[in-house]
């Protein structure tokens, strides 16, 4: 067996696809591919060597389950999960059952054709020899078909055509590898076109839990990254290492109980890596540690009371560029530090007091620093090395999921949310031109600039409703989904309740009535935009819906959801971001400016006259407390919750908190109907948090917190309350690894969710 040989990644299982690596099947009339174990995808390898051949438990058991004792339990339940990913498009309930046969006293057989589309590494081998022996001699794109049982007289001779049968499939198939080597991929194995299933890299991790914050060794050959299992109420995180090879992971920190270790950064010359670390308390400390995992770690810098941490490695290793530390001193911006000498040196540029100016990197020809400017709505910015006046890259107001320079230094590659998922997308620098890499689902690239390689994170959750009393703890599922349901939003008498999701394959807004979960349904004509959730009239019957249009540039609607009555807002501001009902249902709009939608002013508007009055700068959520008839809101720039009285005139500003909301977290709070304060968040101790305050004389004060889950539950942004009950969107499924693949060429800017990119560009220039 050659060491070079490829391994299969790919293959076709009757009408559905299984992603080896990922353990992803997709079934042609599922909406999502299922993701099975790693034992199911190991039952699936030993069952598709021998389509149409019995396979024996106690075979399956040894192979599958080596050098232990399993009981048959695990074999079924395997069986149990490969057919229900099988079953989700095949003839009903019942096709995992018609691709997966139990054999009585015997076994399982696989009663489907198997055929092997893609090979590691690439989409055709150069040769057909594999280091799998289940697939030895099996070109990509040949099908092994599978047979009826042959009575038992026949066998012989049943056997015998078999063996021509291969031979002939065999010498078909070197054709068929030839002929495909000179197709594009996407046509390989008959594919009429781009497969749904079709993964461009490779995940280089595996465990269960969360690995975050990729960082790629000058040569590629190594990443670091940052991991949290599952099931850890403490939810600590430590630094581990591995080669990009899938190798196992070796665990390099080793974080004291209690504390978090987050963001490593790989020195230049590849011998260390600085990294962050979270302990009990708030404290916290960046730390060098050698690469080889020899020796002490050591303290360089600390950060104390930042929420906002980012830093990255000068080209020659002589610092460390650190971005706005918003527990220190904010209006210092960038700065470098001399990790020898422990001394700091301001980098000299303009800027607006309050920004913030986050993850910066220094350009592969080492003349330009890029970062995030305000990343909750923000944008890519470059400033020359030596400092001066910063340059604005895109104008999208987007909230950004990390970053890297493209290796040439003429583009920036960066992950954004985008509806229900985050994706990666490429900025030219020379026009500012967004443009989608067609990789789902992926977030906080690193790339090395001497290789051209892309580490990234993969994360693909899922998010139900869950109604949860707050009294009893009591939990209900409110709509069953295998999608993302997010921004459960109640109406003011507690009897409807909207949210955004794309259980239906593409995102929507869906209404329901309370008290009857069955009268679900989408409200026909919407596309939500899921950087704000809607507000309701104070009567129920209307919403203020923020939403994209035909164009995918950004409007207000007024959405009547019991008759389906759609109706534009017509606004005169350059870019909407929120809009809602205040005192006597008067309207007050978010808007962006010129110079994009990271700069959002709050402005009442009339019906017919348009904006008036005073406007409040640096907004970014609101919401109307109709029991103190005063709006409440957040700010981009600083923690906190402020109240104003509904002119917005400036000496009406009260300042009720300097800590909650985080300036991350602007979207998880809410109002109780005695307008009552809640704010959602993940801590240490709990995966999902509800703290309660209430507002006395200006200011909040605690009043409670309970736990909703301490351990499996994350949460997404967004959540409402009526009646002393909490409507909350809950991950039902979730966790993430690091891909690994060469950086991709762009693709076409007009398609797809690029589409909306650009016209935000073109709208706010």
Partial sequence: MSSGAPTPARLRVG?????????????PEARSARRVTPKAIGVLRALAR??????????????????????????????????????????????????????????????VAVEVLAFEGRTVP????????????????????????????????????????????????????????????DTVAGSPGP??????????TSAAGFELSPSLSPDASMVAYASTGTGDATRQSAIFVQTTSSAVPRQLSRPPDGSRDDLPA??????????ARWEAGGACRVLL????????????????????????????????????????????????????GGRWRNLDYAGAPGDIDFAPQVSPDGRWIGFIRNPQMGDLWRVPIEGGVPEQITRLGAEMRGWSWAPDGASMVFGLRVDSESRLYRADLADGTVSDLGIEDAQSPSISARTGMLAFVHRRPQFGLFRIDGGSGEWQRLFPSSGRDSQPTVSPDGTQIVFSSDRAGRFELWWARLDSLESLRPIEGVRPDTRQSPTWSSDGRRLLVTALDAQNAPVILEVEPASGRIEPVALRGKHPAQALYGPDDAVYVLEGDREGASALSLVAYGRTTGPSGPRIEGVSHVRFDPARRRLLYTRLDSNGLWSVAPSLA????????????????????TLAEDGDVA???????????????????????????????????????????????????????????????????????QEGIAKWLISLRKKTS
């Fill in 266 to 275: 790989w020195a230049p010359d590849g011998r260390e890596i600085a990294f």
């Fill in 50 to 111: 021998v389509p149409g051949e019995v396979v024996g438990r106690n075979e399956l058991l040894a192979e599958v389950w080596p050098d232990t004792l399993p009981t048959d339990d695990v074999l079924t339940q395997a069986i149990t999960q490969l057919r229900k990913a099988f079953g989700a498009g095949a003839s009903g309930s019942e096709g995992g059952k018609a691709y997966i046969e139990t054999i009585a006293k015997g076994g399982y057989r696989l009663t």
């Fill in 289 to 340: 540690v050698a690469s080889t995992g020899v020796g002490d770690e050591r303290e360089i810098a600390r950060c104390d009371g930042s929420d906002l941490l980012s830093f990255d490695w000068l080209p020659d290793g002589s610092g460390l560029l650190f971005g706005t530390m918003t527990g220190a001193d904010v209006s210092t911006r960038l700065r470098i530090l001399d990790p020898v």
């Fill in 15 to 27: 009408e559905g696809v299984v992603d080896l690596a990922t353990r992803e099947i997709r079934m």
């Fill in 679 to 749: 704010y959602l968040e993940a801590t240490p101790a709990c995966w999902a948090q509800v703290s309660r305050f209430r507002q006395v004389e200006g200011s909040l004060v605690p009043d409670g917190v309970e736990c909703v889950d301490p351990v499996t539950r994350s949460t997404t942004n967004g959540f409402s309350t009526y009646g002393g009950a909490w409507f909350i969107s809950l991950a039902s499924e979730d966790g993430s690894d690091i891909g690994f693949m060469p950086l991709p060429e762009a693709a076409h800017a």
């Fill in 650 to 669: 400036s000496d009406t500003v009260v300042r009720l908190s300097d800590r909650l909301p985080s300036r991350w977290r602007y979207r998880s709070w």
């Fill in 195 to 204: 497969s749904p299933v079709s993964r461009p890299y490779r995940l280089i």
């Fill in 126 to 185: 150069a040769v057909v020899t594999t280091t799998d022996p289940a697939f030895v001699a099996v070109p990509a794109g040949t099908a092994l078909s599978v047979p009826p049982p042959p009575a038992a007289p026949a066998r012989r001779w049943w056997l015998a055509g078999a063996v021509l049968m291969l031979v002939g499939i065999a010498v078909l198939g070197l054709w068929t590898a030839y002929e495909a080597g000179r197709l594009p991929d």
